[in-house]
């Protein structure tokens, strides 16, 4: 009878040790403030590799609800080889514009905001939301010469690669600086329930601002032919830029 109760609770024990949930928190992330978007990163990235690692039948990831707001994090969250793991996104995950500092994997290219490699049984669930802050990437794309010109190819908002069995089902995905979500060599696949939300009003603005910037531009080659490059820029400055 001993035997058989030592043996029930070894088993316990590694059936537990095996379900188990990581929650970003425990591993330093904070909510509801910019200022540490590079520390929560790396927590992000440390509850990864811990899930990882325990190699369980039902290993979780949370991303909580924070009273404080959501998570703010530069790119980079990253992670390869997760088997039978869920990231469960019941909070929100906010992308920092921090253009200077967003990581590069190379120096063509800006770390994807969520990067996940070669899993097998991955599900990202929950009904929280990941925000791309788009805007100012579609700004120094489209206008350059007027926010400030990027230095790589943008980021994708959530990208996963070369993975089998894939389920992402409710998760809301909102201005991404370039694809919401992209699947790249996955075997078998199931996307349900993703909301996508862009912000259509300043997608319209900045076409707005594209097109008097394109009028200002043919203007200024009609004047110049006539005029004189020098006489067109004193003309231009004192009609202004409309």
Known sequence: MAALLSATLALLAAA???????DITDYGAIPGDQSVATNNTVAINAALAAA?????PATIVLIPVADAGPFW???GIAASNLVNVTVRLD???TAYPDYKNWPLTDPGHYAHFIHLVDCVGL???????????GIGWWNKEILPALFGKLTAKRPKL??????TDVLVDGWTLVNSPSFHLLLTDVLRAEVRNVNVVVDREKQRALKAHLRRARRR???RRRLALAL???VVDDVMDSFGAG
């Open 16 to 22: 537990s040790a095996r379900a188990a949930t990581f």
């Open 52 to 56: 990882s690692a325990n190699a369980g």
């Open 73 to 75: 994090a530069l790119g």
């Open 91 to 93: 909070g929100g995950l």
């Open 123 to 133: 599900s990202l669930t929950g009904a929280g939301t990941v925000d791309g802050k």
């Open 158 to 163: 959530v990208q996963i690669q070369t993975s």
């Open 217 to 219: 531009r043919r203007r």
């Open 228 to 230: 004189g490059d020098q």
